[in-house]
């Protein structure tokens, strides 16, 4: 059953309309204020999602629980996040399941640390590493908000340094050198299990390439995603949009292959 | 730990070197026959993954267990199937998670049915319904086969037919008329609830809009996701892949939203 | 060898580093304002193209004449123009050289007139039509600007209306509703001759093609042209740019095949 | 008006339907020989363009000139061409115009000549240059048959060798090191003119770049041009082509720039 908006709880307020989106912690007594009026926090407790909720100017709100995808966009930034379009492609590469132990190393804002968590479910694991533990305590922050900080571990680490966990199922390296952590992410893996990673210019995926083939990974992929919106008017007709993100970085995926020479070789 | 395969396993055999891949159910005494020659089950079995076997030629093959992705695109097809490049888009908008209960209609081959399966995991239900009593078939082999057999209720449904469950946590439709299950969908969806669509041509995107729109929906998004190959060679250097899958279908999203008229409206 | 800028002719200055770009007609006297300082005309007449001149405050600006797509860019717009990415491809579809005689049916603000125009030269004419005799004088002044008024011949023209040339190279339709336009431009061309369109909207593609078909043409091509800006940066390597316009239109092209029935068809 | 096929003229045969094309040179007693049947030369010759002819077994095909396009498709290749889409974005940025003269430096098989020498006219020039005397020869055979040997100079010429011409209009790089040819071209074009070139990766665009920097090029522009067939069907509808020819080549442009140094600098 549908259960109530409860205090303690994100809703994603949306604009009747315009779409412009907020998320928002429900606590009593509290209000919520827009350009377009204020609403008291007691109005939207109790209600059920999807909801329409009026604003002390008579505006209407639509309130939502925030999707995975709303909950990475509104995390509190301190780096870069990884985008939806490449978050897909890198989940069906991690080939993520409930209860799932899985590595990330660059925490980063922890936005991509919160689909993880989603994904794995309260049975899984995910630890996750940044060099910053000034990134770390806002990805921390963000990834509690989120409700997942029982299955996340976290904590300082370097580029270079070994993981301090292993038989993983899956590791994701999202950091400006992925070449220097791609050895710890072989030697943390489970034997098969798949690695991802994300770069932002050629230079750096061509030397990831490198270092994973050196670390004996195969099935090395390479792509990148685009996302176009598409935009569907009654009358004006159906068309792509005119702008769009062009790019947010090439990805690549690998498998750890166990030690092999030809023989003879 | 990692674990050996055993025999009633799926194995992907990875030709070294050249990529063609070919998914074997491991069976006592049975063999596997290519044009680089033959390997006896037996001599996987027992194997760990990523390991390396020989053809009775001496030509290498990798073994692993097949990803998700895998999985998709070696069922049995007698459908187009959902590309992984999409099926990572309507995983988010799904916001899919352990335990979710989940409706498709238009099971076609279960290529995305196993996706959801492993997603939502042993403790969700995925209620897959298909105009189609042979399609269904082959599916439930196809998910029998992927091992979510134990989370997959299927049945023979047409568009238009309302679901025969209720307050489901997301659904996606695939089928050449959308629109039609629209209202049913409505209907099955817990309020606030995503619904997720994918279809292949502009005038069907856009009648699928249109009745998202009467049917109360909100948030509505339309996509499309190109994903191209990077080749990533180390004497010649980094660049796009010369070909590449230009479309696989028009994406949307929305939100179930509850009836509600501005008032004096 | 490189003549002098002379008064009368249109500089393009370009703010060194930064890149925006302004088009100056040079007259005796008269003064170019920026928010970078101010420069004499006086002082750019008689330098060579690619010359730096320096404002009053010391910042430089390179001094080019315009290249074509300049031009394009910086007519006085009346409405939407024909982008340089989709231009190239028109213009290869029309099959244009020096001495062609074209039809272009939506004169708009003249930006793909000029180009028309620099392309069949001094010995070609380019016979442009629009509905809107505001938007034609608007336009007029912009090709006079870039100096092909010798070439342009131009008039008010509705949707339907024969076009008052015959035996033309080519023709191409840049209006809200071309398929009105397709008959008269089977009319006008010579037997074999190319059409090429531009639409917005699928459903606008589709009804053009339909039209195409009905009037006779044949080796219809459809197509959308996308360009995307790459970043190269010494230090940071290269990548795609972030952003970049996604659509621009749809194109179409065909050519005019004479009147045929299969035998006893 | 419209003229007949003359022998000696070049007719492209469009199969009826399918599209498949052939372009052929019309000589007296000649036939054309496919698996649809048997067309006489004679048969073609006297017809006008965008007439229907049968072959001996009845099929229909249709006859045209061929575009440029078809033109620089249809070359006896023995490398790779400029694809059109290129083509259209180096025709802008190299402003061409009638009685333009235009250096290309890397001949290859004359595709991207062809298309530069009917819009420079008859009046105009082209040298172009190749490291191999074989493609050159090859080339110029192309060349000739599309009508434009009156207007080119070939010559062989290695990478870093200065031009044999000077102040020239334009100046085209197709060749595997152009960084080594940006001087040449430098000192061969007339201030503030245009360069372009096209390169298959990123590691060579990023050297051709800092070669423009340091020979005193501005205005450098760095794009890829993506084409994508759009599928019109009156009963399935309008949607993007599933195969598409994802990348051949990054293109760049700049201008010529007149040494300047910063005053005091």
């Known amino acids: 059953m549908a259960h109530a908006f409860a205090y303690g709880e994100d809703v994603l307020l949306v604009e009747e309309g315009k779409g412009r989106t907020f998320l928002v912690r429900l606590e009593p007594g509290m209000e919520f204020h827009s350009h377009r009026g204020t609403i008291a926090h007691d109005g939207i407790a109790g209600q059920v999602e999807g909801a329409t909720v009026l604003s002390h100017l008579g505006r209407p709100f639509l309130a939502f629980r925030p999707r995975i995808g709303d909950r990475m966009f509104k995390v509190k930034r301190r ?3 990884v985008y939806p379009k490449d978050a897909g492609w890198i989940v069906l590469s991690l080939d993520l399941r409930p209860g799932a132990r899985v590595v990330e190393m660059g925490t980063g804002s922890g936005a991509f640390t919160i689909l993880l968590g989603q994904l794995v479910g309260p049975t899984g694991r995910i630890y996750t590493f940044d060099q910053s533990a000034e990134f770390l305590e806002n990805a921390l922050a ?3 908000r989120a409700g997942y900080a029982d299955r996340v571990e976290a ?4 580029a270079g340094e070994p993981f301090p966990v292993e038989d993983v199922d899956a590791v994701f390296l999202d950091l400006p050198t992925p070449w220097e952590a791609v050895p710890a992410a072989w030697a943390a893996l489970a034997p098969g299990r798949p690695l991802a990673l994300i770069v932002p210019t050629a230079e750096q995926l061509k030397e990831s390439v490198r270092a994973l083939h050196e670390a ?3 099935l090395i992929e390479t792509v990148e995603v ?4 598409i935009l569907v008017r009654e009358r004006e007709g159906v068309r792509p949009s005119e702008r769009m993100t062009a790019f947010t970085g090439y990805l690549a995926s690998a498998r750890k292959r166990l030690p092999w020479s030809p023989p003879g070789g």
Chains 1, 2, 3, 4 share one sequence.
């Open 216 to 218: 004996g990974f195969a």
């Open 142 to 144: 963000n990834i509690a």
């Open 155 to 158: 904590g300082v680490l370097t």
């Open 226 to 229: 685009m996302e176009r919106p």
């Open 79 to 81: 780096t870069q996040i």
